[in-house]
């Protein structure tokens, strides 16, 4: 992903706040997903998310990220449900 543009409304947020971007990729662990489970089924600690969108949405997202809206992190999903009242992302 060497070639990959931030939006240049993003773009322009980042360098006015002097803010750094980092995309990051990482191989997913099952170990530390089980602790991580344990973790938040415990309630030591609670995931904070702004808002969630849908795949089909994520241009929306962006947009929400580059006009500098988001106060927490915003997901982009793949699916989503509601289990008693709790939201279940599968991203």
Do not use: C, R
């Not at 360098?15 to 170990?31: D, F, I």
């Not at 929400?64 to 009242?85: C, D, M, P, R």
């Amino acid at each position: 992903m060497t070639n990959y543009k931030l939006p240049e409304e993003l773009s322009k947020l980042i360098e006015e706040k002097s803010a750094a971007y980092k995309l990051t990729w990482m191989q997913s662990n099952v170990e530390q997903l089980k602790a991580i489970t344990i973790l938040v089924e415990n309630k030591k600690i609670k995931p904070i998310v702004d808002l969630v969108y849908s795949l089909e949405d994520g241009d929306d997202a962006y947009e929400y990220l580059a006009q500098g809206k988001a106060k927490e992190k915003v997901v982009i999903s793949l699916s989503f449900t509601f289990k008693k009242n709790v939201l279940i992302a599968v991203v």
